[in-house]
């Protein structure tokens, strides 16, 4: 069992690798700013090096999709685990499909012109992805509290949940910002990306961890605390 958890956390670990490829934009000279837009607009068609982004949203989906089929397979089954499998599972399908349908121009003139179905199928698979992530962050931070797991990952998770809250706030507050600056959307949104990289490795801490493995997923002498019942169940 020891070498099935090592194994899905070097996953989970790549897949938080993977999903930044967005930091490539740092050191790649695409002619605009690294947080100039949203990360998808990096992987359009009519950029340059948008074949490598979307390689590399295809590839975490991959790595993931075998991550969360190995959680639910290998891994014992609790309730919050369970869930937060099955929802990584949902997150890596959708950015697989994210990277099969990317946009197709990456200016926002160009999409005020010419918006093709595909631009639309992208929002989709995006709002699918974006959703099921938050559902399995949520799963695996609240297990990691129920189950009493060391306090150094309360603190990770609580800090995961508030990136990724301050992300999405700014970004509503971004939307109606009256100048119409991207750079401002888009750092928020590279603030929600890396708290959603941050899921990841969390998730990926609690496998490394002998103490985390009992207590979270019900390894081996795994405790629950009293009142939530036995260590199959929520």
């Known amino acids: 069992m020891t070498v099935r958890r090592y194994t899905l956390a070097t996953l989970l670990g790549l897949g938080a690798v993977l999903y930044s490829s967005w930091v490539l934009a740092f050191f790649l000279n695409t002619g605009e700013g690294p947080f100039e837009g949203f990360a998808s607009q990096l992987a359009a068609t009519d950029q340059e090096y948008g074949i490598l982004y979307r390689s590399g949203d295809l590839l975490t989906g991959i790595v993931l999709t075998v991550a969360a089929m190995l ?3 290998m891994m014992p089954r609790r309730f919050l685990t369970t869930v937060g499998w099955i929802s990584l599972g949902v997150f890596a399908v959708g950015t697989i499909a994210d990277s ?3 946009l197709r121009c990456s200016k926002p003139a160009c999409e005020a012109t010419q918006v ?3 631009h639309q199928w992208h929002a989709l698979t995006s709002t699918v992805s974006v959703t099921a992530a938050v559902v399995s962050a949520l799963a695996f931070i609240i297990a990691i509290y129920v189950y009493r ?3 150094a990952m309360w603190w990770a998770g ?3 949940v508030a990136l990724f809250l301050i992300g999405t706030l700014w970004m509503l507050v971004g939307v109606d910002d009256p100048s119409g600056s991207h750079s401002w959307l888009g750092f ?3 603030v929600e990306l890396l708290s959603m990289s941050g899921w990841m490795v969390l998730v990926a801490a609690t496998l490394l961890s002998d ?3 009992r207590d979270v997923h019900g390894g081996a002498d795994s405790r629950v605390p009293e009142g939530f019942g036995q260590p199959d169940g929520v």
């Open 100 to 102: 099969r349908l990317p």
């Open 158 to 160: 609580l800090t995961v």
């Open 71 to 73: 959680g639910l397979t």
């Open 116 to 118: 093709p179905l595909t």
């Open 149 to 151: 797991a060391p306090r």
């Open 188 to 190: 928020a949104q590279r």
């Open 211 to 213: 103490r985390a493995w």
